[in-house]
């Protein structure tokens, strides 16, 4: 357990002294002390009012290393932005609506791709971005729209705009589905993701462009989460087609355009004036 490293790291980090949180707490000095000492254990209401005095879950501050977190992670944290390294805590996503109050796509171009890795969770940010809406979608879903950039997921190509769905409980995320991540880090990635973070606390990513090596993040990494639905793009995917095939598609095409001129000639179409 790491409940007193984490509840004296936090504090040094607000800039209190221990005074100033027993107070906060209604508790005695030398309590709180022993808590951070690690010679007393906090019961179940202790362990409330401390995570409730912080912002974040009590699965994060018993089960979870603060001091490993880096700087950034830190920073999301006390925002109030707390993703228990299972994964499967309640996500709050800043999302717009139209008038009707149905939900919008919000569509995250390339060059809003660095800001909103900054402010994804700002409800000023995201409603200045772009909305759509596509009719064929469940309207009881969220999704937004990325574009992506590179050759890493081809044939799905470079300035694709590729629709997800926001899985809010990353436990239901099977081996295999494609999704577009967001990390502090990072920022937006699309990868098929491979779902180790009961076992680890982690997520492997790997490319479709098999040149692209597979990688893995930990899942305090992570802030968002959409699986794929989707993409449009004006890009015909390309193939490759053999100077034997296409010189075969050529000579069976001359044989049907034959073929029906001969019956054009042997059956021709009567008229009458």
């Keep these: 357990m790491y409940f007193n490293s984490n509840i004296r790291l936090m504090r040094k980090r607000r800039g209190r002294t221990q005074d100033e949180v027993a107070s906060s707490l209604n508790m005695k000095r030398p309590t709180l002390s022993g808590y951070e000492n690690g010679v007393a254990q906090p019961g179940v209401q202790q362990l409330i009012a401390y995570s409730e005095y912080f912002g974040i879950s009590i699965d994060t501050l018993v089960k979870v290393d603060l001091s490993k977190l880096r700087e950034s992670e830190l920073r999301q944290l006390e925002s109030g932005f707390d993703v228990f390294v299972k994964g499967s805590k309640l996500r709050i996503l800043t999302t717009t609506v139209d008038r009707a109050n149905n939900e919008n796509i919000e569509l995250v171009p390339e060059k809003a791709k660095a800001g909103y890795t900054r402010g994804f969770a700002d409800p000023e940010f995201v409603s200045e971005l772009?909305?759509?809406?596509?009719?064929?979608?469940?309207?009881?879903?969220?999704?937004?729209?990325?574009?992506?950039?590179?050759?890493?997921?081809?044939?799905?190509p470079d300035g694709a705009w590729v629709t997800g769905e926001f899985v809010q409980d990353w436990n239901t995320l099977k081996n295999g589905e494609a999704c577009i991540v967001l990390t502090l880090d990072e920022g937006i990635v699309f990868k098929v993701l491979e779902n180790r973070i009961a076992k680890e606390g982690k997520i492997g990513l790997v490319s479709l462009n098999a040149i692209y090596q597979p990688y893995e993040l930990s899942v305090v990494e992570v802030r968002e989460i959409w699986r794929f639905v989707h993409y449009i793009s004006d890009e015909l995917p390309s193939g490759e087609v053999s100077s034997a095939d296409l010189a075969s598609s050529l000579n069976q095409l001359r044989q049907d355009v034959a073929l029906i001129k001969e019956r054009i000639v042997v059956n021709p179409t009567n008229s009458s004036s």
């Design 130 to 156: 772009p909305v759509f809406q596509l009719p064929f979608l469940s309207p009881e879903r969220k999704y937004r729209t990325f574009q992506i950039s590179g050759d890493s997921m081809l044939p799905i």
